[in-house]
């Protein structure tokens, strides 16, 4: 059965109504069934067999974490692909985002302490940190960030253009090897102006070049957007990983309980789920009453704080031990996944720091200080943008200024000579202030 163009149209269409109404949209299921069809050089069956054949044996999770010498490392290269210059996101986004995907996997995130009482003890530290890589296939130094400019009219959508985004005759950026690297690409899916997907990922056993996650330029980084937390990129890494969706996958949007919750995400510790949380964080949601043996004759609420489910970024705060046992299955039979283990592509040290008052002021230069008819106002390559506000010596708002960026020239006919203080508001709500001489 093949999908007609028709089809795919209506089903983005759908995907568009479903985003505005607020949810978090992966498209890592379609994708996958796609591939199922279309790519003869992949091997998920048999990567989920060896999995499952691994996890069945309850000996191999528990001697893969006693022999386990340290954290597994795991290096990232970020292709930024972008066709103007906003969607060429800033070294430090990516950095934020790294930081996060480490908060998440190693279970540091300052959230965790919200995770509900039932769940507590469920919530595990991955041991699995991730890395900007600092040498490429060839074993040169690398940032582990690569920017390639795609045409104005390139297309990477994951419905009617997937994978070109992983394709340089379509403007995307070619796979470094997924035996050493995990390949994230950033990219504009959105279609008729509007981001209907914001990240796909492939599932172990993925045919080499597709491997890897696609996020939506924007939703990519800490600081992205409002309510965007970096959370897309975790989840999505997540089924990188082998996790299924925590609700099975099995809604279909109206199905009464009988039909939706009979499906399974293959992981026992995760409470059964009929269809995906609507990115409300409804503690009292309790869609199945079957659970699996582990719960004995408890029926748990659903596990809206659970990353592969959708929920809103600031509810999530948990990948469950089972999940573990599962990543771990991958990590132990999938050829790639086992090799990316012992990876030489080695780690960048992260040096941006959004939340760093001193890093953030450090971006920022004024020139010429002191200045007369023009300061010039320099926001390193670090920052996306700022809103700007000028005060005088006593406090008083002088004038403001929305979304500076980069060079931003002030113009000082109207200043006498004297000290001002020039405000920069960033994205994530911190300011750093920086004092103006004027002298005529
Ligand atoms: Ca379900
Ligand atoms: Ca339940
Ligand atoms: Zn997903």
């Given at each position: 059965?093949?999908?007609?163009?028709?089809?795919?149209?209506?089903?983005?269409?759908?995907?568009?109504?479903?985003?505005?109404?607020?949810?978090?949209?992966?498209?890592?299921?379609?994708?996958?069934?796609?591939?199922?069809?279309?790519?003869?050089k992949?091997?998920?069956?048999?990567?989920?067999?060896?999995?499952?054949?691994?996890?069945?044996?309850?000996?191999?999770?528990?001697?893969?974490?006693?022999?386990?010498?340290?954290?597994?490392?795991?290096?990232?290269?970020?292709?930024?692909?972008?066709?103007?210059?906003?969607?060429?996101?800033?070294?430090?986004?990516?950095?934020?985002?790294?930081?996060?995907?480490?908060?998440?996997?190693?279970?540091?995130?300052?959230?965790?302490?919200?995770?509900?009482?039932?769940?507590?003890?469920?919530g595990?530290?991955?041991?699995?940190?991730?890395?900007?890589?600092?040498?490429?296939?060839?074993?040169?130094?690398?940032?582990?960030?690569?920017?390639?400019?795609?045409?104005?009219?390139?297309?990477?959508?994951?419905?009617?253009?997937?994978?070109?985004?992983?394709?340089?005759?379509?403007?995307?950026?070619?796979?470094?090897s997924?035996?050493?690297y995990?390949?994230?690409?950033?990219?504009?899916?959105?279609?008729?102006?509007?981001a209907?997907?914001?990240?796909?990922?492939?599932?172990?056993?993925?045919?080499?070049?597709?491997?890897?996650v696609?996020?939506?330029?924007?939703?990519?980084?800490?600081?992205?957007?409002?309510?965007?937390?970096?959370k897309?990129?975790?989840?999505?890494?997540?089924?990188?990983?082998?996790?299924?969706?925590?609700?099975?996958?099995?809604?279909?949007?109206?199905?009464?309980?009988?039909?939706?919750?009979?499906?399974?995400?293959?992981?026992?510790?995760?409470?059964?789920?009929?269809?995906?949380?609507?990115?409300?964080?409804?503690?009292?949601?309790?869609?199945?009453?079957?659970?699996?043996?582990?719960?004995?004759?408890?029926?748990?609420?659903?596990?809206?704080?659970?990353?592969?489910?959708?929920?809103?970024?600031?509810?999530?705060?948990?990948?469950?031990?089972?999940?573990?046992?599962?990543?771990?299955?991958?990590?132990?039979?999938?050829?790639?996944r086992?090799?990316?283990?012992?990876?030489?592509?080695?780690?960048?040290m992260?040096?941006?720091?959004?939340?760093?008052?001193?890093?953030?002021?450090?971006?920022?230069?004024?020139?010429p200080?002191?200045?007369?008819?023009?300061?010039?106002?320099?926001?390193?390559a670090?920052?996306?943008?700022?809103?700007?506000?000028?005060y005088?010596?006593?406090?008083?708002?002088?004038?403001?200024?929305?979304?500076?960026?980069?060079?931003?020239?002030?113009?000082?006919?109207?200043?006498?000579?004297?000290?001002y203080?020039?405000?920069?508001?960033?994205?994530?709500?911190?300011?750093?202030?920086?004092?103006?001489?004027?002298?005529?």
């Open positions: 059965m093949s999908l007609t163009k028709t089809t795919l149209l209506f089903l983005a269409f759908m995907l568009i109504a479903t985003v505005n109404n607020g949810q978090e949209q992966c498209a890592t299921m379609p994708v996958y069934y796609n591939h199922l069809q279309t790519d003869n992949h091997a998920y069956a048999q990567s989920e067999q060896l999995a499952r054949a691994w996890l069945a044996n309850p000996a191999n999770f528990a001697n893969a974490l006693a022999n386990k010498n340290s954290i597994i490392q795991i290096p990232v290269v970020v292709h930024v692909v972008y066709k103007n210059a906003t969607q060429n996101i800033a070294d430090s986004l990516i950095h934020s985002q790294i930081k996060v995907l480490n908060e998440c996997f190693r279970k540091t995130n300052p959230n965790y302490v919200n995770t509900r009482p039932i769940f507590d003890s469920l595990a530290d991955i041991e699995i940190e991730f890395c900007l890589a600092s040498k490429d296939p060839q074993g040169n130094p690398t940032t582990g960030i690569i920017r390639k400019q795609a045409p104005s009219n390139a297309s990477f959508d994951p419905i009617l253009n997937m994978d070109k985004v992983k394709k340089p005759a379509f403007g995307g950026d070619t796979a470094w997924n035996a050493s995990l390949n994230i690409w950033t990219a504009d899916m959105s279609i008729f102006g509007q209907f997907v914001l990240g796909y990922a492939t599932f172990p056993g993925s045919n080499p070049a597709l491997d890897g696609v996020i939506q330029w924007d939703y990519f980084g800490k600081y992205a957007k409002p309510n965007f937390l970096g897309t990129t975790v989840h999505e890494i997540g089924h990188w990983l082998g996790m299924r969706h925590i609700w099975a996958d099995d809604d279909n949007g109206q199905n009464p309980q009988s039909v939706y919750c009979d499906s399974t995400d293959f992981v026992n510790d995760t409470p059964n789920q009929g269809p995906k949380s609507n990115s409300n964080c409804n503690l009292s949601s309790n869609t199945c009453s079957v659970e699996s043996a582990f719960w004995g004759n408890l029926n748990p609420p659903d596990m809206v704080e659970n990353y592969m489910d959708y929920s809103k970024d600031a509810c999530m705060t948990m990948f469950t031990k089972g999940q573990k046992a599962r990543m771990y299955s991958f990590l132990n039979t999938d050829p790639n086992i090799a990316i283990k012992t990876s030489t592509a080695g780690c960048n992260i040096t941006t720091d959004l939340n760093n008052k001193d890093f953030l002021s450090s971006q920022v230069k004024l020139m200080q002191p200045a007369s008819n023009m300061v010039k106002i320099s926001l390193s670090a920052l996306n943008t700022a809103n700007l506000r000028v005088d010596n006593g406090g008083r708002l002088l004038l403001s200024a929305k979304n500076i960026s980069k060079d931003y020239e002030l113009r000082l006919e109207n200043f006498a000579n004297g000290i203080f020039l405000q920069l508001n960033y994205i994530n709500g911190i300011s750093t202030s920086h004092k103006l001489v004027v002298v005529k």
